[in-house]
């Protein structure tokens, strides 16, 4: 089957660097993908990577291994309107996004 | 104006009942989809549509129908409506037409389907 794991809740301090994980089992790869969800809302496009190594964009860098099945959310200089969901996605053989349950992530003061 | 707009964004029902979910969008974009997100899940793909009237099903197509009669219209039916079906539902869009790598998809703001 397909799997996606991502931790379930992380807590980080406001000012710090925080890294989200997520391992991937899938039937091909074409592509993952990291999306924002603030609670009750929509979800964001955040990054995108296919080749392995880091996307950086702005506060936020993603980065991939496709032969660990692993890529990383990187989020630093963290800001209260950062306490969100965090969800990881990843485009299998048949051009379809398969979802991890999503990182809420808890930015304290 | 929001780019994907669902109606309605709340809707409360009673089991057995048809409803009806709309999304339109104004992004030109081919490709449209709809989820749902229940708590402690990824979203799961319900149904999805590459052009008009190409309709594909998704993971959880069960007691689900959907029409695609415009590029920029997608709607969702629940033909006989069951509890279980208690959900956020997202309509999303993407561009392939482009044929530049994969692109994103785009998020509606969702509708909170309640049924009793």
């Known amino acids: 089957g397909q799997n996606i794991d991502q931790p379930t809740e992380m807590t980080a301090t406001e000012g710090a660097i925080v890294q989200i994980n997520c391992t991937y089992q899938t039937s091909g790869f074409n592509g993952l993908f990291w999306y924002q969800q603030h609670a009750g809302e929509a979800p964001t496009f955040l990054s995108y990577?296919?080749l392995d190594g880091l996307e950086e964009k702005g506060r936020f860098s993603s980065f991939l291994s496709r032969s660990k099945g692993y890529s990383y959310l990187l989020l630093k200089e963290l800001q209260m309107k950062d306490s969100a969901s965090y969800l990881c996605a990843v485009m299998d053989s048949n051009y379809q996004l398969i979802w991890g349950a999503g990182t809420k992530l808890i930015i304290k003061p | 104006d929001a780019d994907v707009t669902q109606t309605p964004r709340n809707r409360i029902t009673k089991t057995g009942k048809r409803i009806m979910l709309e999304c339109s969008q104004t992004k030109g974009h081919d490709r449209m989809y709809w989820y749902r997100q229940d708590p402690g899940l990824g979203l799961r793909l319900i149904y999805y549509?590459?052009?008009?009237?190409?309709?594909n099903k998704g993971e959880i197509s069960d007691g689900y129908s959907v029409s695609r009669q415009a590029q920029a219209k997608f709607s969702l039916s629940l033909e006989s409506a069951i509890p279980n079906q208690t959900a956020l539902y997202f309509c999303?869009?993407?561009?392939?037409?482009?044929?530049?790598?994969?692109?994103?998809?785009?998020f509606g703001d969702g509708t909170r389907l309640s049924i009793l």
């Open positions: 999303a869009t993407s561009d392939q037409k482009s044929g530049d790598g994969n692109q994103p998809q785009h």
């Open positions: 549509s590459f052009d008009v009237k190409d309709i």
């Open positions: 990577n296919v």
